[in-house]
């Protein structure tokens, strides 16, 4: 199933039309003059309503604009954040866009269009959502894996959580202007396509432990992973100077980033695209994660957990002859202690109910438990091997993230290695999505690896 050939890969116009939501993506040069035709061909418009920030005005929202007044398009409001401090997903700007709406004459015809990176798309998807408009997104950056994505990643109620609401029913990306977008953006956009190397391992761990019975497991889809799976390599190589402007490496790092969005829409679910790399991040996001008072990127903060991650499946499958065995002294949490485990983990943070509830609803009775361990003992060899096939070794996963120009090291996002090391035993407490981090929690082996990660002179060094 893991072996394909190049045949079996969809093209960029077959993984739109597998989607769902998203009906549109231009993305080659000059795309902003048949912004006008894309308002009248898919949506019900009278006008739009221009939402950027100062950076993305002048990169784009300009152009824009002046195109569709050229073309005799109705601009019947505009909402420029400023540039500094750096724009937040905070839900009352989302508030702002919806009042900048409400208040036009005929706001159930008026187009939000975002026109900016991933949190002004993130603001704009869920006004619009809420607003029951479709939108336009003109994206200035290729830096997150969010834009055709359904829901939003918003800060709410003092923590940042994932609401959701549709993809854009269209898109127009202008090479141009993504070339010129700040580097720690493409960087960003880079490290979180390169996360799509471990939702790939998760999904084969995944699809081994569902017929077991384990919670939050998925078989493989074949169709939806040739989607993301077969082409990554080659779209990861060719997007690796995207961070150096260089044009046709943002073209190919948007239409994959794009393509992982597809998948999800196609999928229902972020199986496809996100595994326990993402989960550190999550943590990280609830922190609030800064380096010298800037918030630090998803991308950034993805780069960092795909680094960990890998790390952590090259520890699992050092031994080819068998998986790693617990401590002898080793003896498994019951619920109620496991319980208490994630109450005081998470002791004091906005989330905390939420964390518990998933865990209970994750944690794996006994049996299913010494199934999956029969199961991953007797069929190690296989899983191994499709595993690793799939893997791309830390230290050269690690010298392609240097050429893009990513963050290496936990201290260049603002943490202590060990801080690093140590978040995946709370990732793991989250989501009730199978991936690693439960196959070595199920396997006993969470904490001999992570102690294994923090004594190596390798890994996250
Ligand atoms: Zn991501």
Redesign the pocket.
């Known amino acids: 199933m893991d072996n394909y050939d190049k045949a079996s890969i969809p093209s960029l116009t077959d993984c739109l039309n597998a989607a769902d939501e998203t009906r549109e993506l231009l993305i080659n040069r000059g795309c902003y003059t048949e912004i006008p035709a894309l308002l009248e061909r898919f949506y019900q418009a009278d006008g739009v309503y221009l939402v950027s920030d100062e950076n993305t005005r002048e990169a784009a929202g300009k152009l824009v604009g002046a195109i569709l007044q050229e073309a005799g398009v109705p601009i019947r409001g505009e909402l420029c954040f400023p540039a500094n401090p750096r724009l937040h997903a905070d839900y009352s700007s989302i508030i702002a866009i919806k009042e900048g709406v409400s208040v036009l004459p005929n706001p159930d015809a008026t187009v939000p269009v975002a026109i900016g990176g991933g949190t002004v798309n993130d603001l704009v998807k869920r006004a619009a959502a809420e607003l029951k408009r479709t939108y336009l997104c003109i994206p200035t950056a290729s830096s ?3 834009y055709t ?1 359904y829901g939003a990643a918003i800060l709410y109620d003092g923590y940042k959580q994932t609401m959701s609401c549709p993809a854009p029913l269209s898109l127009a990306a202008e090479p141009e202007v993504l070339a010129k977008a700040p580097p720690y953006l493409s960087s960003s956009g880079f490290g ?1 396509l390169t ?1 799509k190397i471990i939702a790939g391992c998760d999904w084969i761990v995944s699809d081994t432990v569902e017929p077991l019975g384990a919670p939050g497991a998925n078989r493989i889809d074949t169709r939806i992973w040739n989607m993301t799976q077969p082409g990554l390599m080659d779209y990861l190589e060719r997007s690796i100077s995207a961070a150096q402007g260089n044009s046709d490496a943002v073209i190919a790092l948007f239409e994959a980033l794009a393509i ?1 969005g597809f998948s999800m829409q196609a999928f229902k679910g972020s199986r496809p ?2 595994g326990c790399e ?1 989960l550190f ?1 999550h943590v990280w996001e609830m922190e609030d994660l800064s380096l010298d008072g800037i918030p630090v990127t ?2 950034h903060k ?1 780069t960092i957990g795909t680094l960990a991650a890998t790390a952590c499946y090259e520890i699992f499958f050092a031994d080819p002859s068998g998986p790693p065995s617990p401590p002898r002294d080793y003896v498994r949490p019951g619920p109620s202690q496991r319980m208490n485990a994630v109450s005081s983990a998470f002791k004091g943070n906005r989330s905390h109910d939420q964390v518990v509830k998933t865990a209970l609803e994750k944690y794996t009775d006994d049996k299913t438990v010494a199934r999956i361990r029969e199961a991953v003992t007797d069929n190690y060899r296989e899983l191994r091997d499709r595993v690793l096939a799939r893997l791309l070794p830390y230290e050269k996963l690690r010298e392609m993230l240097g050429k893009a120009l990513c963050p290496l090291k936990p201290e260049s996002i603002g943490l202590a290695r060990n801080q690093a090391i140590a978040t995946a035993r709370r990732a793991q407490m989250m989501r009730n999505k199978y991936c690693l981090l439960d196959l070595l929690w199920d396997m006993g082996v969470l904490e001999t690896t992570l102690s294994r990660l923090e004594d190596s002179k390798t890994y996250l060094c």
């Open positions: 997150v894996d969010g994505a979180d996360s992982t695209v996100s993402h991040s998803h991308g993805v």
